[in-house]
């Protein structure tokens, strides 16, 4: 009864009323504010710099990260809670936040626990002072980047991965390059062995005439020594030509002309050529640019679309072959977003133009869409396999350029290749 009276007596009393209202009202904004704490989606913690930096705040989110109860973690210091190497370097940030007295941010950090393992963090640091109670804290806030980190190092071995396909991608296409182009150099070898027949019978009928004995107030012996030099110079030309054609060589980019490679392939063909009396025409443009290719390679598109070319005038009455050189600057490309090479083809680009025009039977439209896919050819078993222009493409592709076929109004295919002339001033040609 006394007890009922004294709370009663204590309700009556307004200046105890005001400090059990104040009380309740603290009390609940503690009980507020802890709850807010404890429902963050990231760590949160605080150390007191002043008491050998052990933990006065601890809440869910940071157990849930670090496996550690909140009442095993307040109280003790990261030397207690963590492995050695972790708890060091959790110091050093530390007493480096209390000497800057600014916020610190760590992008990346291993927590250790014997509980969950490495766990990494993102971590902000603070440092604050607490006037009532004398001291300085380093409040932290953690978020688990554990996840994104595992996937970034998933990413990079798959990256690993596809760069290492790639790369066996590129190798297994170089020696289907150099597959073609062996099956290139038999077509071409009766051709070279026919044009080095007539210098080598030039040499032989120089060597019997001077074999005789030489006088030298013969007018002749000049003349036939001049013709020998040439016989062999001519050979020699032909002979290097084949050879540099079937070398097998990793892709080697350097300044170029492409009238000189034009013209020295249409020396490897010469004999296909004249066999079938095709008239050749060419027309190349004055001064172009230099332009970055591989020559070997280059020369065995121009090889392999010549003779594809000699093929296709098989019945004409009139074969004829048009090579045009030009320059120009691209119009009407299609937007290139997705591409993923910095030197694929855009408008404005400088480009130096190849045409290639036959005068033969065309290309059915429907075979048209075909003659880049691998092992598709027109021609008879034996003498081709169907790797021509699909390797044709793919080194072209390999120079960052693009290859156009199509059939001529009145008759014939056209063959357009165009290559981008590197920007001047720069290093590309060097």
């Known amino acids: 009864m006394e007890n009922n009276e004294a709370q009663l ?13 104040d009380f309740g009202r603290h009390s609940r904004e503690v009980a507020y504010l802890e709850a807010v704490i404890d ?28 496996s550690i109860p909140c009442e095993q973690a307040l109280g003790k210091n990261d030397h207690e809670l963590f492995s050695p190497d972790s708890a060091a370097y959790f110091r050093q940030v530390d007493e480096l936040v209390i000497a ?15 509980e969950s393992g490495e766990v990494w963090l993102h971590t902000i640091k603070v440092p604050i002072d607490d006037v009532e109670g004398q001291r300085t804290l380093v409040v932290g806030i953690s978020e688990d980047i554990t996840e994104q980190v595992h996937a970034s190092e998933q990413l990079a071995a798959l990256n690993e991965n596809l760069t290492e396909a790639n790369q066996e991608l590129k190798t297994t296409q170089l020696q289907l390059i150099q597959a073609e182009k062996m099956e290139s150099v038999g077509r071409l070898a009766a051709g070279v062995a026919h044009e080095v027949k007539n210098p080598l019978a030039l040499l032989l009928l120089g060597v019997e005439y001077l074999s005789g004995g030489i006088d030298p107030c013969d007018p002749n012996v000049e003349e036939i020594l001049k013709e020998m030099r040439e016989a062999v110079d001519r050979a020699d030309k032909i002979i290097r030509g084949l050879v540099d054609f079937s070398s097998q060589r990793q892709l080697e980019m350097e300044p170029t002309q492409l009238c000189d490679l034009v013209e020295h392939s249409l020396l490897l063909v010469r004999h296909e050529l004249k066999k079938d009396n095709i008239e050749v025409v060419t027309r190349f443009e004055k001064d172009l640019p230099d332009l ?5 390679k280059f020369e065995q598109v121009l090889v392999n679309l010549l003779i594809n070319a000699v093929h296709a005038m098989e019945d004409t009455v009139k074969p004829k072959l048009e090579i045009i050189l030009s320059s120009a600057k691209l119009e009407g490309i299609e937007r290139d977003e997705g591409l993923r090479t910095a030197d694929h083809l855009r408008n404005g680009d400088e480009v130096v133009l190849l045409k290639l025009k036959d005068n033969g039977g065309g290309i059915s439209e429907e075979n048209l869409q075909k003659i880049f896919d691998p092992f598709f050819t027109t021609k008879s078993t034996g003498i081709g396999t169907g790797l021509g222009l699909s390797v044709v493409r793919k080194i072209i592709e390999l120079h960052n350029g693009g290859i156009d076929v199509r059939n001529r109004l009145l008759g014939g295919v056209q063959i357009t290749i165009t290559l981008k002339v590197p920007a001047r001033g720069g290093n590309e040609l060097t």
């Open 100 to 114: 800057r007295k600014r916020k610190f941010e760590v992008s990346e950090e291993i927590v250790d626990t014997p």
């Open 292 to 296: 970055k290719l591989d020559s070997a």
């Open 39 to 66: 429902n963050l989606p990231v760590g949160l913690f605080a150390k007191d710099a002043s008491d050998g930096f052990r933990f006065v705040l601890w809440n869910k989110k940071q157990e849930e990260i670090t």
């Open 9 to 21: 007596q204590g309700l009556d009393d307004p200046a105890s009323g005001s400090a059990q209202s």
